[in-house]
Structure formats: C-alpha cells, structure tokens
C-alpha cells in the first residue's frame, strides 16, 4: 500500500508541472492579448438590479423574486381588501470596486427602510417616485417595506376609502449608477426650451459636475445631438483647487429643429460626455443621454387656447389612467405600460391624466415617442392630511419635477390633492415648486378661487350639469380643463357628489356608465350615449368658455379600496379589452 501511494505522488506531481506550465502559458497569452484590446471595466455604468432579490414576509424564509413584484397576487374580482403589511426585500449588489455607487428603487410601496450591510441608512415615505441610496461602501442591501395606511403619506386616506387600490413591493425597477470619485455628472440633468419656433429653438441644459481636484488637471464636456458634436469643446482647467463640484447652465441655439407634438413626436438624443486624461490618453470618465423633444406649450393672455410651439390647438380630447393590471397590481412590466399607452392613442386620444399619481418612467418614455400629451399628478384623493402630510405632498411635487421635467409629453404639472380641500398656502407652495424647478412648467388644480394655479382643472361633476360650465369662466379669464367627465354625473345624483357612501338609487344605477363588457348590449350602448353626450356638452361649452379640453372617466377599468367590485366606467375592461365606447372614441 505504502509503495503504491508513494509512486502514484510522484507520477501526479510530474504530469501536474506540466499541465501547471501549459495552463500558465496560455493565461499569459491571453491576458496580455486581452490588456491591449480590451479595457477594464468602464469608470461608469447603469445597470438594471430587477433580477436574483430575495423577498419574505418574515424575514425567516425568503423565495427568489424578480421586479418587478408584488407581495401578493391578488384576485381579479375583490374578495377581500389588497393586502396590506411589512414585507422585505434583500439583495447582494454585483459591484465592490473602488467606485461611487448609488442605488435608484424607482418605487417602493410607500414606507421604506434600507440597510446597507446591516447599517440602516434610509427612511424614505411615498411609494410612487424614485429615492436614491448610497451603496459606495456597501453591497448587502436589506429593504423593508410597508403598505398599511398612514395619514402623513399622500394620498393619506385609509385604503378601505379610497377609490383606488395602491398594492405593495418594489413594483418598478432598481438601478445601480456606478460612476467615478474623479470625476462625473451628478444625477440630476436638466433640459428646458425657450423661443421655441420653426427656425429656432433655444435648448437650455443645466447640470453640475462633481470632481477631484487632487488628481485631475483639466476635463472637457462633449455636447451631441443625434450624434453630431454641437460645438467644438473647451477643456477646462481646475484653476480653484477648492472647488471639487461646478455648476453648468448652458444654452444651445438649434437651427430649424424638427419640433414634438402629439402629431409629429420628433424626439432627439442629446448626450454629455465628461472626458479628462488619465496620463496622456484622453478618457470618457462618464455619458448621459437624454431623449429630448424640443416645444414649447403656452397660454395667452385672455386666449382660451393653449399654444403649441405657437400654433393655436383645437380642442382636446384626453383620458385617465389608473396603471393597475389585474392579479399583479402595480408590478407591471415596462412593455404592458407602453402598451398601455399604445391602446390609448389607438383609442383617439391626444392627452392622457395620470390619475392619481406619477406613473412609471416607462410609460412617459411611450408618451413621448407616441405624441401623447400627459398631466402629470402628485398622489393625493379626497384627503388633505396635517402639516406633516403636508409637507410630505409638497416633497412629492418635487421629486416628481426632478424625475420628469426632462419629458416633452408634460404638459400639465397637476400639483394639486384630487378633490381634496387644500389650504392657499399649501396651493401656493405646491405651484411655486413647479416654477422653482422649471420656470416655463404650467400647472393646474381643481381649486380656482384662490386663482393659484395656469389652468383650472375641476371635473365635470363638481358643478351643476350640464350647463354650468358653459358660462363658467376662472378667475381671472384662466383656462378650463374638464379633467374628468362622464362617469360621477351618471351615478350620483347632485346633491351625493362627494358623497362615497351613498348608493344609487336602481333607476339611475340604469343610467350609469359603469358597464361591465359581459353587461350586455344595453348597457354597453348606455355607456356609449353618456360620453357622447356629456363630451359633446363639453365642446359646446368650449364655445363660450375657455375650456381647452376634456378627460373622461376613465380608460381602463380598476379596482378600489372602498368598494367590493371593479369600478366599471373604463372604456376597456381592466383585462385592456375594448368595450363598444373604444370604438366611438376612435
Ligand atoms: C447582510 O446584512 C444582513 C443584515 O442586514 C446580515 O444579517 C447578513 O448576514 C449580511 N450578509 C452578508 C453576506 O454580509
Ligand atoms: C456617498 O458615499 C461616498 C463615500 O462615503 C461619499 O463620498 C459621497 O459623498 C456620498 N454621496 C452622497 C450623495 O451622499
Ligand atoms: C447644482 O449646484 C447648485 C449650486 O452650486 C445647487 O444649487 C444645485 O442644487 C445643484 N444641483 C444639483 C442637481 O445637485
Ligand atoms: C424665432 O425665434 C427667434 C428667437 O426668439 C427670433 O429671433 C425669430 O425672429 C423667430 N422667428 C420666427 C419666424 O418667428
Ligand atoms: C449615448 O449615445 C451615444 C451616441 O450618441 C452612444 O455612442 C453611447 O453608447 C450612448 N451611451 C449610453 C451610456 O447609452
Ligand atoms: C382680460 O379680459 C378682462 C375682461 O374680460 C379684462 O378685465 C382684462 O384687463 C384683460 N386682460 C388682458 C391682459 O388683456
Ligand atoms: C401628523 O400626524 C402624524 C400621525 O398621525 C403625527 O405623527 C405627526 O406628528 C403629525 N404632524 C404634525 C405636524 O402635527
Ligand atoms: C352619504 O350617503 C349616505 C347614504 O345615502 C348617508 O347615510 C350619509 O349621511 C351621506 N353622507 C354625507 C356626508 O352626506
Ligand atoms: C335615466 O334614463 C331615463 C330614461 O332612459 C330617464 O327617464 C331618467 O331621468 C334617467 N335618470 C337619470 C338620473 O338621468
């Protein structure tokens, strides 16, 4: 036995010399070959972390989940309330290089807590708009998440009143910004137009760059548009060493630009390079591109009309939007929002209202390569929460500035609570935010008599119908967006206009939009006679108003937190199947 081991030991130590040297021989070769034809990892980078999290109720076993997600699947037709609850969500991040790292959660339903190995660093309220953490030192991500109801973060009301649901998890996607501590952009790029006409507009971009002063000299911005440099690049010296973050507000003249709007959405790729040299070889240190469509929206005084790029539009004609999908709530992914939007322009509508929240990324990217115009809403419904809630609500009207001010589709920042009662100082603050962030943004709201906001933006059922709004002229001869039509002056009468509770009586219950597409052809026409009816008293009104559109209530059938069944007024069912009125609005 001895002998035979000891013989075999020295057989195997001989063969391995060999096979190590081959081995070692072909490593060299390739990563030599490799050091000169291929860089290193780039110094920036934006990767998609939807894949390998782990969720758990419990934080005791924990499944293998993708985003987006939702903790529950939830029935089609409601048997009991959406679940609410504590759930948590764990993650190890793909990089640990000597790089700045932040990660974007695009929406956490809507109180999050996120550790960073095991350091708690975030407490963020709201579940609809975007929130950053640094992971620059850090690569064990915990996130804890709760949906119950809580009356300081909007929309504030408890879920078992509310006419809508607003489900639960990282529903949209997460990102990792991987960029350099030497030198990059910071996250927030900013791109507006003036005197914007056919032979030129005025593109103004501000950003800031943050840099080491330490270990670089000079760098240089590269500005391209589809590509083609705009003007030839400064190199810019560091000539104050005390300063390691610059801010930029440039401007750009294009000549004859190809202008956005809903018939025609030109859109351009405009792109940052930051580059600097790292010995005597010039690097790209970080790039951002943008989608751009260059326009402009304005209202002249005593105009009741709204103008694009300086042509006078006809009336328009718009929908609502609720982003749920069936079993899967809010965890909706990118190619169902596009084609959410997709289904509403086939439709016949030019303008959608994001009722009653900012949607996803990807449906604003859709909105801008389809020519839809959109009214971008902070979350809110029939409820108006102490100073805290507040305060909360105004932060949402920023962050929403701050992640979509760069689409040409906005046309309205609704910087309002839907039907809730708000004082003129939270008004004031809400509108003044939007201008802060961008100065020529428009805003609307469905309070006029403080005269705060661009456009005035009740729905048709917060008057007397149908006549009122025909003589109805805002304060200050402002225009009219009817934001929602349609369905409320079906179903309730005027004296239960706000009322939720109240239950209509069966004779009217037969008038009512609300018709499930297995209700038969009765109803489904029923439906058909009240759009056509009160979108054409709209029109009419338009005449002697200012009224400069309408939204009716509602594209696609949801489901809410007050009420048993499936809120049924939807042009398509909440499957995104059409109903006999799609095909009257087409
Ligand atoms: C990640 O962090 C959690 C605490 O947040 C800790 O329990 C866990 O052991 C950590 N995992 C690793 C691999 O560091
Ligand atoms: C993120 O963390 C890094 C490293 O601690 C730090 O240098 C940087 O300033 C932080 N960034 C922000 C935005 O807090
Ligand atoms: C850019 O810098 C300016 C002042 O230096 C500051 O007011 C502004 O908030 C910064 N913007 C961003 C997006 O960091
Ligand atoms: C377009 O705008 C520019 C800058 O405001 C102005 O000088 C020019 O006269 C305008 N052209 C037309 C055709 O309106
Ligand atoms: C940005 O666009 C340019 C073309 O203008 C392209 O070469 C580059 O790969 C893009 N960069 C990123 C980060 O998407
Ligand atoms: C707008 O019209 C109102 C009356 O209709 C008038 O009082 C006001 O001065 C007008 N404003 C302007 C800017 O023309
Ligand atoms: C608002 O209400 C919440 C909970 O009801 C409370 O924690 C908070 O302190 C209140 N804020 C103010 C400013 O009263
Ligand atoms: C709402 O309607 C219900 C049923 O008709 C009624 O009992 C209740 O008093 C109403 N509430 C209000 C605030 O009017
Ligand atoms: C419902 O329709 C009937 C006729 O179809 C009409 O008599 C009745 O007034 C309508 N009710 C309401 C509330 O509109």
């Given at each position: 036995m001895y002998e035979n081991k000891t013989h075999i030991r020295v057989c195997l130590s001989f063969r391995c010399k060999i096979v190590l040297l081959v081995t070692l021989f072909i490593y060299l070769w390739f990563s030599i070959r490799w050091s000169h034809n291929l860089p290193s990892r780039p110094l920036f980078e934006k990767i998609l972390i939807d894949d390998d999290w782990e969720f758990s109720f419990d934080e005791l076993t924990w499944i293998m989940v993708t985003l987006p997600h939702t903790p529950r699947v939830e029935p089609?037709?409601?048997?009991?309330?959406?679940w609410q609850g504590t759930c948590f969500y764990r993650r190890k991040l793909p990089i640990v290089d000597n790089s700045y790292r932040i990660l974007q959660f695009?929406?956490?339903?809507h109180e999050a807590d996120v550790w960073v190995d095991g350091v708690h660093v975030v407490h963020h309220l709201g579940g609809y708009l975007p929130f950053d953490v640094n992971v620059s030192h850090g690569n064990n991500i915990t996130v804890r998440l709760r949906n119950t109801d809580n009356p300081i973060i909007p929309p504030g009301k408890t879920l078992s009143e509310l006419d809508f649901n607003y489900y639960g998890g990282l529903y949209r996607h997460v990102w990792l910004f991987k960029k350099s501590y030497q030198l990059r952009f910071d996250r927030d790029i900013r791109v507006q137009y003036e005197n914007v006409n056919r032979s030129q507009a005025t593109v103004r971009i501000r950003f800031n760059i943050t840099h080491d002063q330490n270990t670089l000299k000079r760098y240089r911005i590269r500005y391209l548009l589809n590509g083609d440099e705009l003007f030839p690049s400064k190199v810019i010296d560091l000539a104050n060493p005390s300063m390691n973050s610059v801010a930029y507000d440039i401007k750009i003249i294009v000549i004859h630009p190809r202008l956005w709007s809903p018939w025609k959405p030109n859109l351009y790729t405009l792109s940052l390079g930051l580059r600097s040299n790292i010995g005597t070889k010039e690097i790209v240190f970080d790039q951002e591109n943008i989608t751009i469509g260059i326009r402009s929206f304005e209202f002249r005084s005593n105009s009741s009309f709204l103008f694009l790029n300086g042509e006078k539009l006809d009336f328009l004609v718009g929908t609502n939007r609720h982003q749920e999908y069936p079993y899967v709530g809010y965890a909706v992914p990118d190619r169902a929002q596009r084609r959410d939007a997709y289904k509403i322009k086939a439709a016949g509508f030019h303008l959608v209202r994001c009722s009653h929240y900012p949607p996803s990324i990807a449906f604003l990217d859709a909105c801008d390569r389809l020519g839809l115009l959109v009214i971008n809403s902070i979350p809110g419904w029939q409820f108006f929460g102490n100073k805290t809630f507040q305060a909360n609500a105004l932060d949402d009207v920023r962050q929403m500035m701050r992640r979509d001010s760069n689409h040409p589709c906005i046309f309205l920042w609704e910087a309002s609570l839907n039907e809730s009662p708000m004082s003129r100082e939270f008004m004031a603050r809400a509108h003044a935010i939007v201008k802060e962030e961008l100065s020529n943004g428009l805003t609307s709201g469905w309070l006029d008599e403080e005269n705060i906001y661009d456009v005035f933006a009740p729905a048709r059922q917060h008057r007397d119908r149908p006549y009122f709004y025909r003589f109805y002229r805002a304060k200050n001869n402002k225009p009219i967006f009817?934001?929602?039509?349609?369905d409320w002056e079906y179903y309730a009468s005027k004296n239960h206009n706000f009322n939720q509770t109240f239950l209509p009586q069966l004779e009217q219950f037969q008038n009512t939009?609300?018709?499930?597409?297995?209700?038969g052809e009765r109803g489904l026409l029923q439906q058909i006679f009240n759009f056509q009816e009160a979108h054409n008293d709209n029109r009419l009104a338009s005449k002697t108003a200012c009224i400069i559109g309408d939204a009716n209530w509602v594209m696609f059938d949801y489901k809410r937190g007050y009420a048993p069944d499936i809120e049924a007024s939807g042009i398509m069912d909440i499957n995104r199947l059409p109903k006999f009125v799609f095909y009257f609005y087409q």
């Open positions: 089609i037709e409601k048997v009991e309330q959406q695009d929406a956490a339903m009817l934001a929602e039509y349609g939009s609300r018709q499930r597409r297995c209700d």
